[in-house]
């Protein structure tokens, strides 16, 4: 029977765009991954509070995941009031029966660089592999410096994972686009081409719902009109 290797990537996702997916793509390639799961946060307790509502953001990461083999959206993290931590959604794979050695964190080197700030920051570390991945401006060639007491775990491939049986970081130099999801809220809120930076079903999702563009006097956006449907939707009050 085949070990499982489970990607996970989770994020604000305010909205997905192509840095996100392609980060998990390079890592699900290089990695041999048998399953990208995408997990929107509710509550992101390293970021301002989100613009548009779980609702839109849950439905845009399924637009993004749909006709990728292998990718699955969770609303695991929307379940719940609490703040969206890594340790706790990684205790919860454990205990549906995933040892540490077969899941794998998907991440940006610009993300991961912050990584002793995070919450059971390093005993996190043991929980998963954590799969960082180059971005635009960080690059995880960078990182032993960055944290030198991590860089003794630091690997890079080519490697066979099933021969890695303690969780590690490992660095994967890859091409991920220059787009943030800052940048595009700030594009559309000028009234920019956003083309190219996210999915083209997630573009359509955006402009069919007037999401993060200049709000109208007197008139409410969607994303404001689904906040309470999409708390009943996910288990929030």
């Known amino acids: 029977m085949n070990t ?3 990607g996970i990537l989770g994020g604000t996702f305010d909205p997905i765009h192509r840095g996100h997916t392609d980060l998990a793509h390079a890592a699900s390639q290089a990695l041999a991954l048998t399953r990208v799961i995408v997990i929107p946060a509710n509550i992101p307790p390293h970021r301002p509070q989100p613009f548009a509502s779980s609702y839109h953001r849950f439905a845009m990461a399924a637009l993004a995941v749909a006709g990728r083999p292998g990718w699955r959206l969770s609303d695991l993290e929307l379940r719940t009031e609490a703040p969206s931590y890594t340790t706790t959604t990684l205790r919860q794979f454990h205990e549906r029966g995933y040892a540490p050695s077969e899941l794998f964190f998907l991440i ?3 993300a991961f660089a912050e990584i002793t700030t995070w919450k059971d920051s390093p005993q996190i570390l043991g929980a998963a592999h954590f799969v960082v ?4 401006g960080c690059s995880v060639g960078e990182l032993p410096r960055r944290l030198p007491q991590l860089a003794p775990r630091m690997i890079h491939p080519p490697l066979d994972v099933r021969a890695v049986v303690e969780p590690s970081i490992i660095l994967l130099d890859a091409q991920t686009p220059d787009v943030s999801s800052t940048a ?3 594009r559309l809120a000028e009234g920019q081409a956003i083309t190219g930076m996210v999915d083209a079903s997630v573009q359509q999702h955006i402009e069919q719902h007037g999401l993060y563009a200049p709000a109208t006097p007197g008139r409410r956006r969607s994303d404001e009109l689904f906040t309470s449907s999409a708390g009943r939707l996910h ?3």
Do not use: E, L, M
Not at 133 to 136: A, G
């Open 235 to 237: 288990g929030q009050n």
């Open 108 to 110: 940006g080197a610009d």
């Open 4 to 6: 499982p290797r489970i």
């Open 184 to 186: 595009i809220r700030h």
């Open 133 to 136: 991945v180059s971005r635009p």
